[in-house]
């Protein structure tokens, strides 16, 4: 029953990676067409920003895809050490901090040729987007000062 587990899930998760990258690429794809519709249409700025906000959300969806298939797929390691668990952490909480605080800059753009009325939303997502900056730093600052298990295998960075 497990291996039948392990197989179901690593078929998920292969299925979820691919199934991420064609949505960001649908995103790509949907984000220059928006930038040449636009163009013709006569309202370049307006059509870039909106761009650029789909580009960021497809920037977070390929991150969150590379993130599974790092974590899932290629790291064939039922348990891992506590210092391999908190660097995934810290690596899946940088990718929504980046992406949160490039469509709240994005946000702030549009709202600054819209109306600063609506200028609330993305302050309030840049400022959960700090907090959550905020909350990693926490994390990492405590979590430093666990001695680690004797009982764990050193972790090597792999990612470069």
Do not use: H
Not at 119 to 145: D, E
């Amino acid at each position: 029953m497990r291996k039948l587990y392990m197989k179901l899930a690593q078929a998920y998760f292969l299925s979820a990676t691919i199934i991420l990258m064609v949505l960001s690429f649908v995103l790509l794809a949907t984000a220059l067409w928006e930038v040449f519709a636009t163009f013709l249409a006569g309202s370049p700025v307006d059509a870039l920003l909106s761009s650029i906000s789909l580009l960021v959300i497809g920037f977070a969806v390929v991150e969150t895809a590379k993130f599974i298939a790092e974590e899932e797929l290629l790291r064939k390691r039922e348990l891992r050490s506590s210092t391999e668990s908190r660097r995934s952490l810290t690596k899946f909480v940088t990718i929504v901090v980046i992406a949160a605080s490039l469509e709240a800059l994005v946000m702030v753009f549009q709202a600054n040729r819209e109306g600063l009325e609506l200028v609330l939303y993305p302050a309030g997502l840049l400022a959960a987007a700090m907090f959550a900056l905020l909350c990693l730093g926490a994390y990492q600052w405590m979590s430093s000062r666990i001695r680690p298990n004797p009982m764990e295998e050193p972790v090597r960075d792999e990612s470069n």
